[in-house]
C-alpha cells in the first residue's frame, strides 16, 4: 500500500478539482469576453448622434455581466489564492505565468474598482491600464492553462 493519497504523485501538491478547474475557465473566459466585447463595441461600433459618438446599445448589458462576473472572479482568486497559489508557490514549473497572473489579476481589481470610485485623470489612467491590460490578460492565462498536468 502507498503512502501517497488518491489523486495525488509522490512529491507532489494535488491537482486541483475538476470542478474547480471548471468554474476558474467558465468564469475567466465570461470576464474576458463581455470586457473584450465592449471594448470592440466601445471603440468600433459606436453610432454616432447629433452631438457626437453614441454608446453602443448592447454596451450597457455587456458592463453588467462584466461587472457581476466580476464579483465571481474576485471571490475565485481569494479561493485559488489560500489553495492553489499556496500549494505550488515553491514550484518551479509554471511560476512565471502563475505569478504574471497574480499581478495581472491584482491589477485588474485594483483598477475595476478604481472606475467606480474616481474621476478626472484618475478614471482616464484606471480604465486605460484595466482595458489594455485586461485585453493582454489572455495571453499570460493561456501561457499558464497550455502547460497543465494531464491526467496519466
Ligand atoms: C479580476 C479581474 C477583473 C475585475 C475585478 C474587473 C472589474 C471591472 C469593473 C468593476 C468594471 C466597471 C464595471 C461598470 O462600469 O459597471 C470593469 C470595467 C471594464 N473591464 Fe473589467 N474586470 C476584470 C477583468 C477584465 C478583463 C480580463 C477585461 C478584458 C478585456 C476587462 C475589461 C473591462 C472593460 C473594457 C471595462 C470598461 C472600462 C471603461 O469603462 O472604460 N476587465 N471591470
Ligand atoms: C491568479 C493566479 C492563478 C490562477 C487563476 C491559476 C490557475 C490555474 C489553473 C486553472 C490551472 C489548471 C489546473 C488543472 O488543470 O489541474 C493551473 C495550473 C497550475 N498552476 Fe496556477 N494559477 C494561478 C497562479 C499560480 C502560481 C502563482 C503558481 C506557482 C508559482 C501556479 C502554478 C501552477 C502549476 C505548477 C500548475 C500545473 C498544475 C498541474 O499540472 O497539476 N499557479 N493554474
Not at 463595441?41 to 446599445?57: A, D, I, T, V
Not at 454596451?59 to 499556496?86: I, S, Y
Not at 484606471?126 to 485585453?135: I, K, M, Q, T
Request: glycine share 12%; charged share 10%; proline share 6%.
Amino acid at each position: 500500500m502507498s503512502d501517497v493519497p488518491f489523486g495525488t504523485r509522490a512529491g507532489s501538491p494535488p491537482a486541483m478539482p475538476r470542478r474547480l478547474r471548471a468554474t476558474v475557465l467558465g468564469v475567466s473566459a465570461l470576464l474576458w469576453l463581455s470586457g473584450i466585447a465592449w471594448l470592440v463595441l466601445h471603440l468600433w461600433f459606436e453610432p454616432s448622434g447629433e452631438f457626437g459618438p453614441l454608446p453602443h446599445p448592447w454596451e450597457a448589458g455587456l458592463m453588467k455581466v462584466h461587472g457581476m462576473v466580476a464579483v465571481a472572479a474576485v471571490f475565485l482568486l481569494g479561493w485559488l489564492g489560500a489553495g492553489h497559489v499556496f500549494q505550488r508557490c515553491r514550484s518551479a514549473r509554471n511560476r512565471i505565468s502563475g505569478w504574471a497572473l497574480v499581478g495581472s489579476a491584482g491589477l485588474l481589481v485594483f483598477t475595476g474598482y478604481a472606475l467606480y470610485y474616481s474621476l478626472g485623470a484618475a478614471h482616464t489612467g484606471s480604465a486605460w491600464v484595466h482595458e489594455w491590460l485586461g485585453a493582454a490578460t489572455i495571453f499570460v492565462a493561456l501561457a499558464h492553462w497550455l502547460r497543465i498536468r494531464r491526467p496519466e
